[in-house]
């Protein structure tokens, strides 16, 4: 939680979403910031309801008991791999355009994608009002990672385009 796109999405997280979140739902809502090395500036935030663990020995156990999982992502690139944990523990996750980057996952079957405060408020508020609304959600975003992010799956494309070149090869001695 040193990296600085990190620190810009929950300082906009909180700064722009939060308090609102919070009256929309029930102020005794906590979010809870986990990552290794939190800066000064992600630890001011701590507070009643703003929980800075630092480093945790399971990510996936922590995701498993949350409601939902947000990467409120506003700059950085790349895959986020924290994403793809929370989809594949079946919890729905919001996140930005940026946030999803190079994830296929379809918006609005697999994962919700809101880039404006005023949207970004309303999903995370929706999901914890009603989270049975999105099961489906949750199943799909799990079906997606482990069909197109598991080890095995990579394992299998490996496996065939070794199978098509050595195939191909004519090895005479």
């Known amino acids: 939680m040193s990296y600085s796109p990190n620190i810009q999405a929950v300082r906009w997280f909180l700064d722009y979403c939060f308090d609102e979140v919070c009256r929309k739902v029930d102020d005794s809502i906590t979010f809870v910031i986990a990552g290794i090395d939190p800066s000064k500036e992600i630890l001011s935030y701590q507070s009643d309801n703003v929980i800075v663990t630092g480093y945790v020995d399971s990510l996936s156990e922590l995701i498993a008991l949350s409601t939902l999982s947000i990467a409120p992502m506003q700059s950085g690139s790349g895959m986020q791999f924290k994403i793809l944990e929370a989809m594949s523990c079946e919890v729905p996750v919001v996140t930005t355009t940026i946030g999803l980057g190079d994830i296929k ?62 195939g191909v090869m004519d090895v005479k001695k």
């Open 105 to 166: 996952a379809e918006p609005n079957k697999e994962i919700i994608v809101k880039d404006s405060p005023k949207e970004f408020i309303n999903a995370v508020s929706d999901i914890i009002k009603h989270p049975d609304k999105y099961n489906k959600l949750s199943k799909y975003a799990r079906t997606f990672v482990v069909n197109n992010h598991s080890w095995y799956e990579h394992a299998l494309t490996v496996d065939k385009i070794y199978n098509e070149v050595v």
